[in-house]
């Protein structure tokens, strides 16, 4: 960035940025009747004062660029690049790019291409992250018609007391029911778990050590096409809509590849990984789903940046689905689940939405243990309870043949309690 040129009460600036974002810049002023210098004002104060630096942008081919800002502006962003480690152009670039972000088009506002991306997260093991992720992406594959209604025939044989523990009227489910179409996506799941429950659960095997991975592919090892480790769930109920990509034993060493990869390459930024490695597939799905582990390290870290709302996507699109269940751990693991969400949204500068929790393994037979943790569960001012998924055998004895659940037993209450978690988090 040459140094400024002073003229009245602004200061002349030049510098360089890629020519997309200049192009986007210029549009989306005219779009917004903006002084293009007015935005870039109102971009570089804002990119000072969130006190973070946020991803890479890439400026490789970056050509002339020129504007006006308040005198002292110029010095003051210098000082904020130098402190943070960025060149001008990129201190820049990254202005403009969280300016366009925070000033959607006024043609594509709430709008978006991109495929929906729900993950189910929580530190704490065995509280049914595997079974609500597969549970969700097989209902948002299943025939649309039959898993209607499925669960319009479930809804209408409710007892008073479930209708109660759900929170809602029978006509309001009928309604949501008539209202939502779920199912008739294609969607992919992917075994982001180490210990590939997921994978197991469906019969296919886990990929070896030496192999390339979903690892390989975050850490820019692999050689091939993600799409080659894809499977392929056969059979009817699904169309050919739902895919898994498998589970890979070096997931156990996610965390410190991040991290080495990191400090061995420049610009590499550990939370994007996942996306980066997704990216391509995107275009071939509606909806991806991230089984993510028992952890809060560097993976969960990529999974939730995965999982933030997007440009111009509508808020409680894509998020977090928080499995827990009826007792006090899971409330501690929960606790610091949220904590790891707002740092990294605060560090980053990042929106992540909450879908719900789904309280699992529920028995009232428990007693007031089970039945105090779920009055908390649903006082939560912040969240809401999108199901309650009682004890049942259909989903062990589904794990046990290697089966989807929804293939299995479509009709039954487990199955139907998956696709009361997909249309409320769908809402």
């Known amino acids: 960035m040459a140094s400024p040129y002073p003229d009245g009460d602004r200061e002349k600036v030049a510098s360089k940025l890629p020519p997309a974002l200049q192009q986007e810049l210029k549009i989306r002023c005219a779009e917004l009747g903006l002084d293009i210098q007015d935005a870039v004002t109102t971009a570089i104060t804002t990119w000072r004062t969130k006190d973070v630096t946020g991803p890479d942008i890439d400026t490789a081919g970056a050509k002339s660029f020129s504007t006006w800002l308040p005198p002292g502006l110029y010095d003051d962003f210098k000082v904020t690049c130098s402190d943070r480690g960025v060149s001008f152009i ?12 925070d000033n959607p088009s006024p043609k594509e506002a709430h709008q978006t291409s991109d495929p929906q991306r729900w993950i189910t997260a929580n530190q704490k093991g065995g509280v049914g992250k595997t079974t609500v992720a597969l549970g969700v992406a097989e209902s948002q594959a299943e025939d649309p018609d039959q898993g209607a209604e499925a669960l319009r025939r479930y809804v209408e044989s409710l007892a008073y007391s479930d209708l109660k523990r759900i929170g809602k009227t029978r006509a309001d489910l009928l309604e949501q029911i008539s209202e939502l179409v779920i199912g008739g996506k294609r969607v992919l799941v992917v075994d982001y778990d180490p210990q590939s429950h997921l994978s197991d659960q469906l019969g296919i095997p886990q990929i070896p050590p030496g192999h390339e991975s979903l690892v390989t592919h975050m850490t820019g090892e692999a050689e091939g096409d993600l799409r080659d480790l894809i499977v ?22 996610l965390d410190s590849k991040l991290a080495l990869t990191a400090a061995q390459s420049r610009g590499f930024q550990k939370e994007v990984a996942l996306e980066r490695a997704l990216r391509p597939l995107e275009a071939d799905y509606d909806h991806i789903v991230i089984d993510s582990p ?48 707002e740092d990294l949204c605060k560090d980053l500068s990042l929106e992540i939405d909450y879908l719900g929790l789904v309280v699992n393994q529920y028995d009232p037979r428990r007693g007031f243990v089970a039945t105090s943790s779920l009055e908390e569960w649903n006082s939560l001012e912040d969240q809401r309870v999108l199901a309650v998924l009682d004890d049942l055998k259909e989903q062990r004895e589904a794990v046990r043949l290697k089966t989807p ?23």
């Open 405 to 427: 659940l929804l293939a299995y037993a479509p009709n039954s209450k487990q199955a139907n309690t998956m696709r009361m978690i997909a249309m409320g988090a769908s809402r």
């Open 232 to 253: 392929k769930i056969e059979d009817p109920r699904f169309r050919g809509r739902l895919d898994v990509l498998p589970g890979a034993f070096d997931g156990f060493l």
């Open 90 to 101: 990129q201190g820049l670039a990254q202005s403009i790019h969280a300016w366009l972000d």
């Open 294 to 341: 028992p952890s809060l390290g560097l993976a969960m870290d990529a999974a939730l940046y995965y999982a933030r709302r997007r440009r111009n996507e509508k808020a409680g699109r894509s998020g977090v689905i928080i499995p827990v269940q009826a007792e006090d751990s899971s409330a501690t693991a929960y606790n610091m689940l949220v904590n790891q969400i």
